[in-house]
């Protein structure tokens, strides 16, 4: 171990087994799926190689459809990376089953001042004392809008638009306002034309995260009641009925962008949505910050991007709130190097570079101006954002408990046909009730 490492007092004694001499080169793998952000962590790691010149880290990125298979395959035979991502659907799970360390003694060791980290972030990340990660970021959900197309047609985005089941609220109203068909009539007018759309309002894609989660939560339909629940319990009429109105903003009201555009089961699990933006087929696309990237890279300068909020709901305005951290193999052969990356990548000189480089919201509540300073610089106000992160939206973390994973595929899968075509009340009822049975046999077989 570099005489740098043990200056730094990384190295804590009991069990931290290092199979590398101190002249050696130890090889770290660090895992992770979005490629736009990899390019950061490189640059992080860039500098964290160049204070510890015997450790040298290999970065593997991976389809996140194939993450967690992937990753599970390969703790489950012993190996598996060194440092790696995790996701709130998969964390209880990895945490029963053992694959991440508890980091508690050792950021007690390290001095780690956690009060520096938006507090639901630590607290999301800890179970029965444990912490399993020192928090590196959080996002929001937000409607990017196409500013040029607004502007065309004399329209400007809402910041407090309000929608209900019963009759869409303003959000229905501009909604409509924003659809056109291709002779230019927008979806208030008896003239317009539904079969000849040239550019749907927005989309509301079959997912938790970005999607049906948000509106549910604003009509007071849960997923889950609280981290490590047993149950999910979305079997209420809210839930029903907040579906349906997505179902029928596709298909009655033709102003959001038929699910059927947006791959199999209405999932955008290739970017679908953002394609649709990026080629003005949708005007608006409600997503998380991490779309920023991507969607700044496929719009280019066809036109100006902005972000409002999201609408209020019977309940007021909600929005998911998560944040990632990097997980510990406690199987690592070179535990305690990568004790010494996991320090340095939740840290706020870690967090300023992935910041500076509009790459993620840093973790370290301080240094979220950094984000917004960025993508200023580019042209696009992501405050929005912020202002739902620090008290605009209430928040509701994506569900955490044992099998969530699994339960939100079948989910997608068993709500598939509602965002694939028009239905009743009673068949939207009818395929959310499968979904519920679906997702609570997942959380039992998975032990929640």
């Keep these: 171990m570099a005489a740098s ?18 002249s050696s080169v130890i090889h770290l793998t660090y895992a992770l799926w979005d490629p736009h952000e990899e390019i950061g962590y490189k640059q992080s790691i860039a500098v964290f190689e160049k204070s510890h010149p015997n450790i040298q880290v290999s970065v593997d990125q991976i389809a996140y459809s194939a993450y967690q298979t992937k990753l599970q395959e390969e703790f489950a035979s012993g190996g598996g990376p060194d440092l790696f991502w995790v996701n709130t659907p998969f964390l209880s799970t990895w945490i029963k089953d053992g694959y991440l360390l508890n980091l508690a003694p050792y950021i007690k060791k390290w001095g780690v001042n956690l009060s520096i980290y938006y507090p639901s972030l630590v607290a999301l990340h800890s179970y029965k004392g444990a912490i399993y990660g020192i928090p ?49 009539v927008n979806a208030t007018s008896p003239k317009f034309n539904p079969n000849d759309v040239a550019t749907y309002a927005i989309d509301f894609a079959n997912t938790a995260q970005t999607g049906f989660e948000n509106f549910w939560q604003m009509d007071g339909c849960h997923i889950i009641p609280a981290a490590w629940a047993s149950s999910v319990t979305f079997d209420s009429p809210a839930c029903y009925q907040t579906t349906q109105f997505i179902r029928d903003l596709m298909y009655k009201w033709h102003v959001a962008v038929p699910g059927s555009e947006l791959g199999p089961n209405g999932t955008a699990p290739s970017g679908q949505d953002q394609d649709l933006f990026a080629d003005g087929k949708i005007a608006m696309m409600i997503a ?17 991007i902005g972000v409002a909020m999201l609408p209020i709901g019977p309940d007021g305005r909600w929005s998911v709130f998560n944040g990632l951290i990097d997980g510990v193999n406690p199987h690592s052969p070179n535990l305690s190097a990568a004790l010494e990356l996991e320090r340095w990548l939740g840290s706020p000189a870690s967090q300023k570079i992935m910041g500076e480089g509009g790459y993620i919201w840093p973790a370290v509540k301080s240094l979220d101006p950094l984000f917004m300073k960025y993508w200023a610089s580019k042209g696009i106000n992501v405050q929005p954002f912020l202002a ?11 569900p955490n408990t ?24 009673a068949n939207t009822t009818s395929l959310m009730k499968a979904a519920f049975a679906a997702a609570n046999h997942d959380l039992a077989a998975a032990g929640a």
Aim: aromatic content about 12%; proline content about 5%; charged content about 15%.
């Design 388 to 398: 739902e992160a620090q008290g605009a939206a209430k928040l509701v973390n994506w």
């Design 288 to 304: 998380g910050d991490w779309y920023t990237n991507p969607v700044y890279e496929l719009v280019g300068k066809k036109f100006k």
């Design 402 to 425: 044992p099998g969530m994973a699994q339960a939100l595929t079948d989910m997608a899968s068993d709500m598939g046909p509602i965002w694939l075509g028009p239905g009743s009340l």
């Design 5 to 22: 490492a043990l200056a730094g007092g990384l190295l804590m004694a009991g069990g931290l087994a290092e199979n590398a001499s101190a």
């Design 136 to 184: 590196k970021d959080w996002d929001t959900i937000a409607v990017y809008y196409n500013e040029t197309y607004m502007q065309k047609h004399h329209l400007t985005v809402p910041n407090n638009w309000t929608w209900n089941p019963t009759n869409g609220g303003t959000f229905l109203k501009f909604l409509e306002l924003a659809t056109t068909d291709k002779n230019g």
